[in-house]
């Protein structure tokens, strides 16, 4: 694995953006009330006062009965980008406010991970191409 990148416009000229498959939505569920297998299934859980927060594939959510009304599709930004990096996720998600697209940023140790509205994702995936195109690295 390469060295993570901490300088801006490094990390927004090498962020790759990458629409993988398939829809998740953000689900909560009061205390610890998720099941170890919802829990397995989870692509990722942050524990908030109200609840757990969990990002579930549709298809999952849907068939525990869970909320799917905001499907979102997941754009991986391949950039190694430093836990200590800045503006990365400033940049992508001004970029996607200035068109009206929600993004939802979860940062994880090897890369960032924008969660944008399934009916806007493809929009999204080219405004964030654009985007790394205009930066050059110096």
């Known amino acids: 694995m390469s060295h993570p990148v901490f300088e801006t416009r490094a990390m927004i000229a090498g962020m790759s953006p990458e629409l993988l498959p398939g829809s998740f ?16 299934a989870a692509l990722s859980v942050f524990r908030e006062a109200e609840g757990q ?16 009304t905001s499907p979102m599709r997941l754009i991986r930004l391949n950039v190694h980008s430093s836990l200590e990096g800045v503006g990365l ?7 996607l406010a200035a068109e009206g697209i929600a993004c939802n940023m979860v940062a994880a140790y090897h890369h960032d991970h924008a969660f944008v509205p399934a009916d806007r994702a493809a929009e999204a995936l080219e405004i964030l191409l654009r985007l790394q195109g ?4 110096r």
């Not at 996720?89 to 970029?95: K, S, Y």
């Open 25 to 40: 939505v953000f689900c909560s569920l009061p205390g610890g009330s998720a099941s170890a297998a919802l829990l397995d």
């Open 53 to 68: 927060s969990l990002i579930l594939p549709k298809a999952v959510a849907a068939a525990r009965g869970l909320d799917t």
């Open 89 to 95: 996720t400033a940049a992508v998600a001004t970029a």
């Open 134 to 137: 205009s930066v050059a690295v």
